[in-house]
T-cell receptor, first 119, second 112 residues
């Protein structure tokens, strides 16, 4: 199993350009997530999906769009890139396990990351 | 929403000593508390987690403790080694909203 993969690994954009980051997982996980990581700010959730065809906003969704047309793929789009979107982007996936207190998200497995620079 | 605070932001320890990182959370409904380790240029990876029905969990040199009343949890690393040098993140989740809220991270440096 490849686990969680991301393409591309690196990208440099000019302000105003668009691009799509692809995340793929082969673990049959229901839930998928996109995070951005900036120095001193930890991991911040951009958007997430709890199943094929569904998406939801996270903590910092502005300037990004997502789609989950297939269960194994989660795409993150930047329609008009800005320098403030320079960051490392991580995708993650997880599954739900049933526990006594109700459904609980288990371990999130992360992809290798995409380093994006917007000039 | 959930707010997770993590302290300290940096921690330098002598090889063989212990390291402790503390996190507090705001949402009393949170029931899942994982810890991730991220080495330089790598992806975050789970090292240990604890659920709200357990007060302590140990795995070899690492342990996590949870105080639900005070809403804080801690990571303990004993007999630190150079390979423990990394950034450590705590997180909290209510479980049924599928999301993790992360702390800002602690950079741990183990001095030889």
């Amino acid at each position: 199993n490849a686990g969680v993969t991301q393409t591309p690994k690196f990208r440099v954009l000019k302000t105003g350009q668009s691009m799509t980051l692809l995340c793929a997982q082969d673990m049959n996980h229901e839930y998928m997530y996109w995070y951005r990581q900036d120095p001193g700010m930890g991991l911040r959730l951009i958007h997430y999906s709890v199943g094929e065809g569904t998406t939801a906003k996270g903590e910092v969704p502005d300037g990004y769009n997502v789609s989950r047309l297939k269960k194994q793929n989660f795409l993150l789009g930047l329609e008009s890139a800005a320098p403030s979107q320079t960051s490392v982007y991580f995708c993650a996936s997880s599954y739900s396990i049933g526990v006594e207190a109700g459904p609980s998200t288990d371990t999130q497995y992360f992809g290798p990351g995409t380093r994006l620079t917007v000039l | 929403g959930e707010n997770v605070e993590q302290h300290p932001s940096t921690l330098s320890v002598q090889e063989g000593d212990s390291a402790v990182i503390k996190c507090t959370y705001s949402d009393s409904a949170s029931n899942y508390f994982p810890w991730y380790k991220q080495e330089l240029g790598k992806r975050p990876q789970l090292i240990i987690d604890i659920r709200s029905n357990v007060g302590e969990k140990k795995d070899q040199r690492i342990a996590v403790t949870l105080n639900k009343t005070a809403k804080h949890f801690s990571l303990h690393i004993t007999e630190t080694q150079p390979e423990d040098s990394a950034v450590y993140f705590c997180a909290a989740s209510r479980g049924n909203d599928y999301k993790l809220s992360f702390g800002a991270g602690t950079t741990v440096t183990v001095r030889a």
